[in-house]
């Protein structure tokens, strides 16, 4: 490459060019000088997806002490993910303070969007988004599981963690992103809406009445929803949500 080093970015060469002159442009870089290769990593515009693929060589070459913070945790977080074995110094999916709040929320943000992600970044992410909304209570974040969710469901892939994971913020705001899919879905996906929420279809009403419906009994019944703990692996057809039974309500299902 005839660039100069400062006008290098990863995150660039990756999406223009693949994953394979990405990590190659990389090692060539390590192998030339330790401190080219640390200025790339440390680079602004990276991004999670492309800290994983080069996650090889920053092992080989021994980089990680040298980026940042945030990226530093970062890989130590999909260590930890994705080896049962690995001992981290710092278990930063228990609490692990700001920094490793604001490493999990890059790490999402920058990847919840990856086209064809792998099966072990999958992973990551599913974990990254239990974690954030389990411990560190982050709701901040719910719009963008949404839309993965409905990613993940187009490309065939599985989303039963996702959705018990987002589910867990017991956050009504949750049952709204998920609605406000409808009046731009189709059959198919109406259906995997219903679903999520709970409704029992009303056949004379297209999705965006039905949204329209559903959005003035959630903002009506919002203070009396308590959110269950069910599964899809529990159940084919979990109830997220029910009526306080003091109010003396049925099952908003």
Known sequence: MNQS????????IRVEQGDEV??????????RSRAEAVKLLNDNSMTFPCLFLLMPSIEEFRLQQQMYTKYAIAVEVSKQ?????????????????????ETLIWMLTTGYQENKPAEKFQ?????????????YHETGILPQVAELIFTRRIRGENVHELIWA???????????????????SDLAEADFIYD????????KLAPAEEYEKYIVWLQENENKLVFNEENKQYTSRPV????????GKENAT
Not at 26 to 31: L, M, V
Not at 87 to 98: I, T
Not at 167 to 184: G, H
Not at 196 to 203: A, E
């Open 166 to 184: 987002y589910f867990r913020s017991r956050e009504t705001k949750s049952l709204q992103f998920i609605a406000e899919k409808l009046p731009s």
């Open 123 to 135: 992973k990551i992410i599913d974990i990254v988004v239990s974690v954030l909304i389990h411990i």
């Open 196 to 203: 999520l929420l709970g409704i029992s279809h009303d056949t």
């Open 240 to 247: 997220v949500c029910r009526m306080d039974q003091i109010e």
């Open 22 to 31: 990405c990590i190659d442009e990389f090692r060539k870089a390590a192998k």
């Open 81 to 101: 993910i994705l080896n049962e074995n690995y001992n981290p110094r710092k278990d930063y999916l228990k609490n692990g303070g700001e920094k490793a709040h």
């Open 5 to 12: 080093e400062s006008t290098i970015h990863l995150e660039n």
